[in-house]
């Protein structure tokens, strides 16, 4: 029997307690400093943003006061603003199956032009009426690929049921473990790092594909648009919340084991066993539960399990006391509830019955209990469909010859594309760009530099640690030597934190040294651990990345040493010069910078080889700017670029140009 959250209430929540699973380890024997202080430094920049839900909103009032612009914040999280055009569907039946009561069809639309989203459309035989109808978004099961994961058991358990009980249902697949199959570890196995700087998460595209196929169902004679509902579990979860949270023709919605807060994915390495397809990237620091929130006041049934390590208990109880404080503002209690399964990730009896009877009593006012959850499955638990059958492509010849489904992540979001500034219009245009960008890439930044005691620098050569933000500390190494200017020399991953690189000898001449270790590089480096990635993922679920919080470093240790008659410069090799560039956009006391064999954009090439260089990943960076552009706002200080070959730095030379400051800039 399911559990209801008030019934966990009255019973101390002991079950709870007592069955969760364990988490992923946060720290094990085998991990470094840089691993204790990366991950206590996470657990506490979640902790502040699960600190407050919706502060200042006290009523229905106000929550709706604040809706468009939070939804409009979200849709621009998930690489939906601009939002895209909606191009017609091209809908095309390519075949149906008759079953005792029902009718499968076998079809696929257009999200985008070329974009091709394979679904099959359970319905009633009988369609002389419009009935309610349930959207089902698949999860990860991935029993049989080929086929797409509509074809998946509880895909054809749900979609038979619906359409045998008066119900319309649409099965789609996702772009993952679809028919003509895309990506979405791009970050978790891809090493696709520009995803963070296009701003593109699979979330967005699968956001997008649910849209349309409400758009598509709108076309259906048979369906009624004024009872639509959501439901999933795992990948299927999440995208309902998302779905349901920006499109309001959603009117009931029941995820299943969809959701966790930030204090699990970003505080307690819960971001490590999800797929990218969970996460937005977080620039407004939201506490997660906004998302559910906006689907605050129609009725939801948040779904859960017990013993779910990918969603364990405590995340799921700190969301359903949140969203019940916030429904009760809107005096609908009653429209919001949580079941707990006793079990493990995934479907059992009491979850389907569970969600059966609540979209009956939304969509039917049929409150009679379901005793039937369990049909539309062989007694051995195989489907009762071949699962070839529901293939829409019968073989993968088949697939249209126009899909970009496999490079979707390459089109999906649209990238800036900044005009040169005009003759006299220089500082506008700089200031422009860099406000966008300072929200854009750089809104998890503290608001100002902490406090701290920085020693005279001296004549001698020494070694000291510094905190740059609360939580990270970064190596610095002093070489003192001739006159008042002074280089902050940014180390890469591979360079030797103990003494000077030699490309950097000719650059520094006799000047004194300040050598820089940023965060995650040298004795502060952390290691990849069972998972893939965890530290680099989580951070963009606090708005940031790895290389915006590098460039912050830069910035303070600068920042802290500025003084009268003293220089500062900057230089670095490969990304850390573009580091160190983006540093001295927003702290002036960096007079100068130097970099050497920078990348020349943060997009790689159409190659998509291991060893191609690109650009530090800095969130949504592209949909501002490049780096020729981030470049050129250096003027009027002196910028040279030494191995700078590729033709786009000439951008940067005419906007030095267009500031009337040409003789500042220097490449070769």
Not at 48 to 64: C, K, N, Q, Y
Not at 279 to 287: D, L, P
Not at 360 to 383: C, E, I, L, M
């Amino acid at each position: 029997m399911p559990i209801t959250r008030r019934e966990m209430i009255r019973q101390g929540a002991a079950l709870a307690a007592a069955a969760c699973c364990p988490m992923t380890h946060l720290l094990a024997a085998q991990d470094t400093d840089g691993d204790y202080s990366i991950r206590r430094y996470l657990a506490a920049r979640a902790a502040e943003m699960e600190r407050e839900f919706l502060p200042g909103i006290t009523s229905a009032a106000d929550f709706e006061k604040h809706r468009p612009a939070l939804r409009a914040e979200l849709l621009d999280m998930l690489g939906l603003n601009p939002m895209p055009e909606r191009t017609p569907l091209k809908a095309t039946i390519t075949g149906t199956l008759e079953r005792p009561g029902y009718v499968i069809e076998k079809l696929h639309f257009q999200s985008l032009p070329g974009l091709y989203v394979t679904a099959n459309l359970y319905r009633p035989t009988r369609t002389n009426e419009r009935y309610p109808t349930i959207l089902y978004q698949v999860g990860h099961a991935n029993q049989h690929r080929r086929d797409g994961n509509k074809a998946a058991n509880e895909c054809q358990q749900h979609g038979s049921w619906f359409a045998t009980h008066g119900y319309v249902a649409l099965v789609m697949d996702t772009i993952e473990l679809s028919e003509i199959a895309g990506l979405h570890r791009g970050l978790l196995s891809g090493n696709r790092w520009w995803w963070h700087s296009t701003g593109y998460s699979p979330a967005g595209v699968e956001t997008w594909n649910a849209m349309r196929a409400l758009d598509y169902l709108a076309t259906r004679p048979e369906v009624d648009m004024t009872r639509i509902g959501a439901t999933g579990i795992s990948g299927g979860g999440i995208g309902t919340f998302w779905l349901a949270a920006v499109d309001d023709r959603v009117k009931v919605s029941a995820p299943v084991s969809g959701l966790g807060d930030v204090t699990f994915y970003a505080g307690e390495d819960g971001i490590s066993r999800h797929c990218d397809c969970f996460f937005f990237y977080n620039r407004a620091r939201w506490n997660y539960t906004n998302v559910a929130a906006l689907t605050c006041p129609r009725p939801m049934l948040f779904v859960n399990s017990n013993q779910d390590g990918y969603f364990p208990m405590p995340s799921n109880e700190r969301i359903a006391a949140r969203l019940e404080r916030l429904y009760a503002l809107f005096g609908a209690s009653d429209l919001v509830d949580s079941v707990i399964s006793v079990g493990g990730h995934g479907y059992r009896t009491d979850i389907r019955r569970a969600v059966y009877e609540f979209f009956n009593r939304h969509f039917k006012t049929d409150a009679r209990r379901v005793t039937d959850a369990d049909a539309y499955q062989n007694a051995d638990g195989s489907p009762i469909i071949e699962r070839k059958l529901l293939r829409v492509f019968p073989e993968d010849t088949d697939f249209p010859k126009d899909s970009i489904n496999t490079k979707i992540d390459e089109q999906f979001v649209a990238l800036a594309k900044p005009t040169l500034p005009a003759a006299g219009k220089f500082d506008a245009w700089r200031n422009d760009l860099l406000g966008r960008l300072r929200q854009a890439a750089f809104a998890a930044w503290p608001a100002s530099a902490m406090a701290s005691y920085s020693p005279a620098l001296g004549s001698e050569p020494r070694i000291e640690k510094e905190i740059t933000e609360d939580g990270i500390e970064v190596l610095l190494r002093w070489l003192p030597g001739k006159g008042n200017t002074r280089w902050l020399i940014v180390l890469n991953a591979d360079e030797d934190s103990r003494k000077l690189p030699e490309w950097a000898r000719p650059v520094v001449g006799e000047d004194s040294v300040l050598l820089l270790s940023p965060r995650g590089v040298g004795p502060e480096t952390w290691t990849q651990g069972k998972f893939p990635n965890p530290i680099e993922r989580a951070m963009a679920l606090i708005g940031a990345t790895v290389d915006s919080g590098r460039v912050w470093d830069v910035m303070t240790i600068v920042g802290r040493r500025a003084e009268p008659n003293v220089h500062w410069r900057a230089a670095g090799r490969g990304r850390a010069g573009i580091i160190a560039a983006y540093a001295a956009l927003y702290q002036p006391a960096i007079e100068a910078v130097v970099a050497v064999d920078p990348p020349a954009s943060h997009l790689p090439g159409l190659a998509r080889t291991p060893e191609e260089k690109y650009g530090p990943p800095l969130l949504n960076v592209l949909r501002v700017l490049d780096i020729p552009e981030a470049m050129g706002c250096l003027a009027p200080r002196k910028l040279t670029l030494i191995g700078a070959t590729d033709v786009a730095f000439e951008r940067t030379a005419a906007i030095y140009r267009a500031a009337g400051k040409a003789e500042h800039f220097e490449r070769s």
